[in-house]
């Protein structure tokens, strides 16, 4: 079986997709902001979306910052300073299996979580 990835960047302007739906979390924790990590596929088998959850749009975007911080390459003292200090971001991380298709997309793979339970009535953001 073949493994192949598609991976969403972390640049705004790569990764303008995500939907928005309240979602409450055993321990009570709502998480409003949804987007896909990655697409897998399994050859002929099926593909798995991983999907990141946030509290908010705010705490993805404070993700991609830190995260855009640690792949620059000549970083000033005040920017490795603020790496130190690390994030405090909840993430919450699922998979869900889709249907295999060579075709499968980002998009596709967006349309068919909106088809779940889990994802109904979400708006696209």
């Known amino acids: 079986m073949a493994l192949e990835a598609q991976k969403v960047g972390i640049n705004k302007e ?3 997709m995500a939907l928005k739906r309240e979602i409450e979390m055993e321990n009570g ?3 409003n902001y949804h987007r896909i990590v990655a697409v897998n596929s399994i050859t002929n088998i ?3 979306i991983e999907v ?3 509290i908010s749009e ?3 975007e404070k993700e991609a910052e830190y995260i855009e911080l640690q792949l620059k390459q000549d970083r000033t003292a005040e920017e490795e300073q603020e790496l130190e200090k690390g994030i405090n ?6 998979y869900y299996d889709m249907p295999y298709s ?8 967006y349309e ?3 088809t779940l339970d889990d994802f109904k009535n979400a708006q696209d953001v």
């Open 58 to 60: 705010k705490q993805r």
């Open 29 to 31: 924790v709502i998480l």
């Open 89 to 94: 971001v909840l993430v919450e991380t699922k």
């Open 46 to 48: 099926k593909s798995i």
């Open 102 to 109: 060579e075709e499968n997309s980002i998009q596709e793979a």
């Open 14 to 16: 790569e990764n303008n």
């Open 112 to 114: 068919y979580l909106k």
């Open 52 to 54: 990141a959850s946030y």
